[in-house]
């Protein structure tokens, strides 16, 4: 009865499963990438707390754009 190294062929290329991981890696990437580009773009949006005219006057400004 032989000892196989199982770890050696999990890495293998073109095991089954290696492309998933990478592809869950990447998605994961693009994802916090967008997510701090969202984040930007909000960052000159009024508070929460901000006075109804301020909030008034952003949507004003910003009517059309998406």
Known sequence: MS???T???A???G???TMSGRLAALAGAV???LIL???TMLSNAPSATASGQ???SY???HHGRR
Do not use: E
């Open 3 to 5: 000892m196989t190294d």
């Open 11 to 13: 890495r293998a290329p």
């Open 31 to 33: 994802s916090f990438v």
């Open 37 to 39: 580009i969202s984040a």
């Open 54 to 56: 301020k909030v008034l």
């Open 15 to 17: 095991t089954p499963g």
């Open 7 to 9: 770890r050696q062929a």
């Open 59 to 61: 949507l004003a400004l």
